[in-house]
């Protein structure tokens, strides 16, 4: 497929994300995601960040597999976890499940750094050449179990988790600055639910349920290893 193509497909799929949020506006209370987080999507070639035999369906909106039962996300809960975040360029931002990258991408058109953790080493190792070809020079990679953060790297401004843990783990509530915003997935397979959590000035934490969904896993086991050490 061409350039040109992929262009059209990507405009239609912020189309359809720009309808779903409608769909869902009366849980987000507003009908529309704001344009920081809507370009960045709009800029970050999806196709760059899927499986070769896949790229005919990336701008689809839904979620597709990218190996070891992981799968990259839906475009519109991309944007939507970006959104929440509500990013400032000057944002240190941690991202726990790399993936292929995609995530990363959108996060590192938006902010200043974006430090992001993977457990599965050999989507972490296509994840920094994905990322590297594409010229993004402000994301550094950690291999490692996401369930305990980038300590030497925290405070962070803003926190995004991909895999869904069953409880928001200590460790990065911990690491999140006062101030700051973490969008998270969390809760047993059949019911999970779409988190904000925000942190106060004087530390105090709150959450917020914002929409049903269904995420991997997040291994939060002490004995999770990265897969291939």
Known sequence: MSDEHFTKLRQHMLMEIAAETIYVSARLGKAALGAPAMDAVGRVPRHDFVPVELQP???????????????????????LMTDLLELEP???????????????????????????VEIIEELAREA???????GYKNIDFKLGNGCYGWPEHAPFDKIIVTAAPDLIPGELLQQLKPGGRMAIPAGLADAQQLLL??????????????????????EDTED????GS
């Open 57 to 79: 369906y990336a701008y689809a909106n839904v979620p597709l597999p990218i190996g070891f039962d992981k799968t990259i996300s839906q475009p519109f809960i991309v944007a």
């Open 90 to 116: 000057s944002d240190r931002v941690l991202e726990i499940g790399t993936g292929l990258g995609y995530q990363a991408a959108v996060l590192a058109e938006l902010v200043t750094k974006v430090y992001s």
């Open 128 to 134: 920094k050449l994905r990322l590297g070809r594409r």
């Open 197 to 218: 959590v925000t942190k106060d000035a004087a530390g105090t934490v709150s959450t917020r349920e914002i929409l049903p969904v269904r995420f991997s896993q997040l």
């Open 224 to 227: 999770a290893r990265p897969r």
